[in-house]
């Protein structure tokens, strides 16, 4: 059924092959069309699909419902890709996963006109069978159970230890990482990406993570207080929160995902101006995908799409306030994967949720 999306657009557009590229890292589009992890090249042409991989690759092949053509070395995928494909006027390629490189290599194999299929994938991708809300849910159960741990033995001294805490939480549910968690303190909360480690200060900690089962991602952001908030704090952390609210409770009538980002705009009113990044994205097997939650996505708002909504305001050299969950749209509700509490954990004693 995947396969069959792709293969129809690309009969409309003309395509005569799609190449999907795995050499040095496991591409997420081979994984989603073949459920192939490894090294080696997928195709898809209008009517078949089949993989070039290296013999050392051959035990990751076993049950999967696709031809392979094995190689002795990686060296060799190009000059079977030639050898299997024969008359293509027309080649779709993923212009954000191939360096120059390897995209000359693959026009001195293969002739003929070029086109990006990036997008057609990642709209593809974007709406979600039941198979992989149900590893998505799973993903957010794992994170919302850290996070209790988390505050309910809240033992921490650094950042750097509630790092090594979710790794190691992550292990024990079978689960990796969906990104390098974010555990930033005080002046750090200012940074959107925070990537410093250093003892825990007083301020807003921020918690942004989340889990990957069977290869799916879950994302969340809660906020938590060393020591004792001031009333600006808590308006600010109270705007974010009730931003965060009121645009879950309109995603379902709201049509698009533009709309929606001009709806947090408009909430955070004088303070939008701090509001730095997209209110949200995709979620899958890759942490970011379609659709952006921006105000020049044409993406319209639809059942089976799940997605973050992370409004946040950063003040420089001060302090920042992001609070993010994974949500998706089934049987006409808006569901709230991350089922964690929002409120503003306050850590000036031992605080259980």
């Given at each position: 059924?995947?396969?069959?999306?792709?293969?129809?657009?690309?009969?409309?557009?003309?395509?005569?092959?799609?190449?999907?590229?795995?050499?040095?890292?496991?591409?997420?589009?081979?994984?989603?069309?073949?459920?192939?992890?490894?090294?080696?090249?997928?195709?898809?042409?209008?009517?078949?699909?089949?993989?070039?991989?290296?013999?050392?690759?051959?035990?990751?092949?076993?049950?999967?419902?696709?031809?392979?053509?094995?190689?002795?070395?990686?060296?060799?995928?190009?000059?079977?890709?030639?050898?299997?494909?024969?008359?293509?006027?027309?080649?779709?390629?993923?212009?954000?996963?191939?360096?120059?490189?390897?995209?000359?290599?693959?026009?001195?194999?293969?002739?003929?006109?070029?086109?990006?299929?990036?997008?057609?994938?990642?709209?593809?991708?974007?709406?979600?069978?039941?198979?992989?809300?149900?590893?998505?849910?799973?993903?957010?159960?794992?994170?919302?159970?850290i996070f209790q741990k988390i505050c309910n033995n809240f033992i921490f001294k650094t950042e750097d230890e509630i790092r090594e805490f979710i790794i190691k939480e992550c292990k024990k549910?079978?689960?990796?990482?969906?990104?390098?968690?974010?555990?930033?303190?005080?002046?750090?909360?200012?940074?959107?990406?925070?990537?410093?480690?250093?003892?825990?200060?007083?301020?807003?900690?921020?918690?942004?993570?989340?889990?990957?089962?069977?290869?799916?991602?879950?994302?969340?952001?809660?906020?938590?207080?060393?020591?004792?908030?001031?009333?600006?704090?808590?308006?600010?952390?109270?705007?974010?929160?009730?931003?965060?609210?009121?645009?879950?409770?309109?995603?379902?009538?709201?049509?698009?995902?533009?709309?929606?980002?001009?709806?947090?705009?408009?909430?955070?009113?004088?303070?939008?101006?701090?509001?730095?990044?997209?209110?949200?994205?995709?979620?899958?097997?890759?942490?970011?995908?379609?659709?952006?939650?921006?105000?020049?996505?044409?993406?319209?708002?639809?059942?089976?799409?799940?997605?973050?909504?992370?409004?946040?305001?950063?003040?420089?050299?001060?302090?920042?306030?992001?609070?993010?969950?994974?949500?998706?749209?089934?049987?006409?509700?808006?569901?709230?994967?991350?089922?964690?509490?929002?409120?503003?954990?306050?850590?000036?004693?031992?605080?259980?949720?």
């Open positions: 059924m995947r396969i069959k999306k792709l293969q129809e657009i690309m009969k409309k557009k003309k395509i005569d092959l799609c190449l999907f590229f795995s050499l040095n890292s496991p591409n997420t589009n081979i994984v989603y069309f073949s459920s192939y992890i490894g090294k080696g090249i997928f195709v898809i042409t209008k009517s078949n699909n089949f993989l070039i991989v290296p013999e050392y690759e051959k035990e990751k092949t076993k049950n999967l419902d696709t031809k392979i053509h094995y190689v002795e070395k990686t060296k060799f995928l190009l000059k079977e890709l030639s050898n299997q494909i024969k008359n293509i006027k027309k080649t779709g390629i993923e212009d954000d996963k191939l360096n120059l490189k390897l995209f000359k290599k693959i026009k001195n194999k293969i002739k003929g006109r070029y086109c990006d299929i990036s997008i057609i994938c990642r709209e593809i991708r974007s709406k979600k069978e039941k198979k992989e809300l149900n590893y998505i849910k799973k993903a957010c159960n794992v994170t919302d159970s549910y079978n689960c990796d990482l969906a990104f390098p968690p974010i555990a930033a303190s005080g002046i750090g909360t200012s940074e959107v990406h925070y990537e410093g480690s250093k003892k825990l200060t007083k301020g807003f900690l921020m918690l942004d993570f989340g889990a990957r089962y069977n290869g799916y991602c879950s994302d969340m952001t809660r906020m938590l207080y060393l020591g004792q908030p001031s009333k600006k704090e808590l308006e600010k952390f109270n705007l974010v929160l009730n931003t965060l609210n009121i645009c879950e409770s309109k995603s379902k009538k709201i049509k698009k995902f533009s709309t929606l980002y001009s709806l947090a705009i408009k909430l955070l009113k004088e303070d939008s101006i701090y509001f730095t990044h997209k209110l949200g994205h995709g979620i899958g097997l890759d942490i970011h995908e379609l659709p952006n939650l921006y105000f020049d996505s044409n993406q319209k708002i639809e059942e089976n799409i799940p997605f973050t909504i992370e409004p946040g305001i950063y003040f420089e050299n001060n302090f920042g306030i992001r609070i993010e969950d994974t949500v998706v749209i089934e049987n006409g509700k808006l569901k709230i994967l991350t089922k964690s509490k929002k409120k503003l954990v306050i850590l000036n004693e031992k605080t259980k949720l």
